[in-house]
């Protein structure tokens, strides 16, 4: 957190740091720097729940549980905890990225061709007829 004024940073990503006392000491310095932090869901809903209790303002990635009960939503809401479920990590479910090569057409992306090695394409599920 030295360097968040030398590089301007407004947010510091907390990604599975020591027990509880460890994650609220980072809590505490980030209040004290001004930072925003946020989480890593990390497949685990006792650690995401503790974040929330504990007053982290964010998470990334979805929570490991489907359905969400309402005693879980209901932490969630009163916590505040911006929630930043992401496309391409979907713990629990299927993975936008195995989504996005089973039903489009990669081989014929000339885009996709450009950026990505052809190994790397033709190493991934073709698209379902």
């Known amino acids: 957190m ?13 990604y599975r740091t020591g027990n509880r006392l460890h994650r ?9 720097q001004k930072l925003m932090p946020t989480t890593e869901g990390a497949l685990n809903i006792k650690l995401n729940i503790n974040q929330m209790l504990d007053g982290y303002p964010g998470q990334e990635h979805n929570i490991p549980i489907y359905p969400a009960y309402k005693d879980v939503i209901e932490i969630m809401a009163k916590s505040k905890m911006a929630y930043t479920p992401t496309l391409l990590v979907t713990y629990g479910g299927p993975w936008a990225e195995n989504y996005f090569y089973s039903t489009e057409d990669v081989q014929g992306d000339k885009k996709l061709n450009y950026f990505t090695p052809k190994s790397e394409l033709d190493s991934r599920p073709k698209k379902e007829k």
């Open 2 to 14: 030295q360097y968040s004024k030398y590089y301007d940073t407004k947010t510091i990503k907390m």
């Open 24 to 32: 609220q000491w980072i809590l505490m310095a980030s209040k004290e």
